[in-house]
């Protein structure tokens, strides 16, 4: 039996697109994007810099990566955020901003614990703390992404997608520029040696930056409220929270989502394998912290917030599967910059180029992917169904990247960004074949 579909909304013109933007909507994913962004490099990205500046050697590092895992297991306990009401929060904000405040406050405290332990002196207090910030990161993201899809139209959404990639990237250059620029900053002058004092100080002002999540989400409204039927025992509550989303999904989907899964689990393979040793890569290529702020924290991050615009409006102008092969093709071919640039030596003017050149593919595809998750959800289990698709997305790239120290530490940098690129040429080959189906299916 074919998958009954609702005929395609008519497009958009061009005044109509630019002017969602502007909706309130939109605006409430910029600052709410800028809560979701900031905690990822401080437990990753960021988070390696530190690390290999303290002399933890590089497949430590790689390793410690896996603490990004959190993410591709929210799925998890996704089903508890989208119907447990939490005591008091729930009653007096809501479903979906009580669980934001409350990951909230904990990502808060934890980069606060962060901040005062040095890795130098005391590795596992700095892990322990990085994955109550990875858990709470997930569970905000969880929330967030059904605060998202329950807060306008389908036709909406690859434009809630830009404006919440636009402050996931602004979050990102305060989390990777500002904690460098700050870290330099607080340094005693005229010595390189390692200064703890100057990460607590950095740590310290990125707990209290997540008060712009805070804020917002005390001053936004809930989404209307969808009534869940009530359950007479654990049994069926189980059902309707575990079973019913997933049921649901390959209900609709059949066959087909076997191939859909597939190309989630693996579109980002090239990036996310290869960010982990970025910054580790600046820091042997001699490049100080006020270059890589400068440039990978900067220009990189403000090329991927034109390439979240460019993708939101091509992805409503277009359809999203074109967009989505655009970002695959350069994505994956953006990686081979990284391998030019290791047997380049040390060039900001090349460092500027590469980085540029790789946030943009990475704006464009980001921008695209998020409006495709958000296309296969259904409302009714608008969180739990994301959780699984973006859990999807980060479990086999982190699983892999766990691995990419000891790779590069036998083959050297220029050979791991090159195969970090060939892991991208799949997804091109099932971008094409879930295009045809939904082509077939239109």
């Known amino acids: 039996m074919s998958t009954i579909t609702q005929p395609p909304p008519p497009r958009l013109r061009w005044s109509q697109a630019l002017r969602v933007y502007l909706e309130p909507a939109s605006l409430r994913m910029l600052a709410l994007g800028f809560s979701a962004g900031l905690p990822l490099l401080l437990v990753l990205g960021t988070l390696s810099f530190w690390l ?191 079973v019913a989303p997933f049921a649901d999904f390959l209900g609709r989907y059949r066959w087909q989502a076997v191939l859909i899964l597939a190309l989630i689990a693996i579109y980002r393979i090239s990036d996310v394998v290869m960010g982990i040793m970025a910054n580790p890569f600046y820091v042997d290529m001699g490049y100080t912290k006020d270059e890589v702020a400068a440039v990978t924290k900067i220009y990189g991050v403000i090329m991927t917030l034109v390439g979240a615009f460019i993708g939101g409006v091509l992805s409503m102008r277009l359809g999203v599967m074109r967009v989505l092969m655009l970002g695959a093709v350069l994505s994956a071919a953006s990686n081979l910059l990284f391998a030019w640039l290791s047997g380049h030596g040390h060039d900001v003017t090349a460092l500027v180029f590469v980085v540029s050149a790789d946030n943009l593919s990475s704006g464009i595809a980001s921008a695209a992917f998020i409006a495709y998750l958000s296309s296969l959800t259904n409302v009714q289990y608008s969180a739990t169904q994301y959780a ?34 060939l892991l991208g040429v799949p997804v091109l080959g099932l971008i094409w074949l879930a295009g045809r189906w939904v082509a077939v299916h239109r």
């Open 52 to 242: 290999r500046e303290a002399g933890i050697d590089r497949t430590t590092i790689g390793h410690l990566s896996w603490v990004g895992l959190a993410y591709g297991f929210k799925w998890v306990w996704s089903p508890l955020v989208d119907r447990m009401p939490l005591p008091l929060l729930t009653r007096l904000l809501g479903r979906r901003r009580s669980w934001l405040l409350l990951s909230q406050w904990v990502i808060m405290g934890s980069l606060a614990v962060m901040a005062f332990t040095d890795p130098k002196l005391a590795l596992s207090p700095v892990v322990w703390s990085a994955l109550a910030v990875a858990f709470a990161s997930a569970t905000q993201d969880i929330a967030l992404d059904a605060y998202r899809i329950e807060s306008a139209s389908t036709e909406r959404q690859a434009a809630l997608a830009a404006t919440y990639q636009t402050g996931y990237r602004l979050a990102m250059i305060w989390a990777g520029a500002g904690v460098l620029w700050i870290a330099a900053r607080a340094e005693v002058a005229n010595t390189a040696l390692y200064q703890h004092q100057a990460w607590q100080t950095a740590y310290l002002v990125m707990a209290a930056s997540m008060l712009v999540g805070v804020v917002t989400v005390l001053l936004s409204p809930e989404p209307e409220r969808r009534p869940l039927a009530p359950a007479r025992n654990l049994a069926q509550w189980l059902q309707g929270a575990l």
């Open 388 to 421: 699984l698709f973006s859990s999807l997305m980060l479990m086999l790239p982190k699983f892999l990247a766990g691995f990419s120290g000891q790779y590069v530490d036998a083959f050297g940098y220029g050979n791991f960004f090159v195969a970090t690129a």
